[in-house]
């Protein structure tokens, strides 16, 4: 099964708000500032089997082997930078993560700005990323490298460690991506983002280099 969670920006007196996925509610406060309110469930208990996710507030339980409670929303300024994690709930038992591959998207009837810019994206952050969690061999990190004018839309991931391969009970869950994102210039409006429908498809990898895919996607959704 693949959930297509969604990444909402909507705007009022300059605040933006974003959300990815269906089960956030929208309500505003009676100072007519508008705000976004999502479940914060562990990630664990959102969908049976192993799950990919974005958190749109990583914080710091968001780690090489843990995961705090998962936003799918934020509020932000135009023209703030931010920062959101693409991350791993479990890597299934007989199985190990050596690497993934992924293009960031629109979702479809929607768009990802260009003022939406990739200033930074960390895969091999000791201590922050999933694949560093047990030590790391000869990395390649050959998708999309960010700067101040990259767009988010059709950012692409192909990041491999030759090392050991993450697995349980040593590795059981963490961010796989960190991505820095600048919005100078964005516009209000709604925008849905997909790990998923680029030219790079999502794809996990065993250390082995067979690929696999988890049993939800949970991104962007155009619900």
Do not use: K, W
């Amino acid at each position: 099964m693949s959930l297509r969670g969604r990444l909402l920006s909507s705007a009022i007196i300059g605040g933006l708000a974003l959300m990815a996925l269906v089960l956030v509610t929208l309500r505003t406060p009676g100072d007519g500032q508008q705000a976004v309110y999502a479940d914060h469930d562990s990630v664990t208990q959102l969908f049976v089997g192993d799950d990919v996710l974005v958190d749109m507030v990583p914080d710091g339980s968001n780690t090489a082997n843990t995961l705090g409670a998962i936003d799918f929303c934020r509020a932000i300024t135009a023209g703030d930078a931010f920062t959101f994690d693409v991350v791993l709930d479990q890597i299934p038992a007989g199985q190990d993560l050596g690497g993934f591959n992924y293009e960031i998207t629109p979702a479809p009837s929607s768009s990802l700005p260009a003022e939406l810019v990739v200033t930074a994206r960390d895969n091999f952050t000791a201590g922050v990323n999933i694949l560093t969690n047990e030590g790391t061999g000869v990395t390649l990190d050959l998708g999309t490298a960010p700067g101040p004018a990259v767009p988010l839309n059709g950012f692409q991931l192909a990041t491999t460690d030759l090392g050991t391969a993450e697995a349980p009970p040593t590795t059981l869950r963490g961010v796989m991506t960190r991505f820095s994102i600048g919005t100078t210039g964005l516009a209000a409006g709604t925008y849905f983002i997909n790990l998923e429908g680029g030219s790079v498809p999502f794809e996990l990898f065993e250390g082995s280099g067979a690929g696999y895919l988890p049993d939800n996607i949970i991104d962007g959704d155009n619900g």
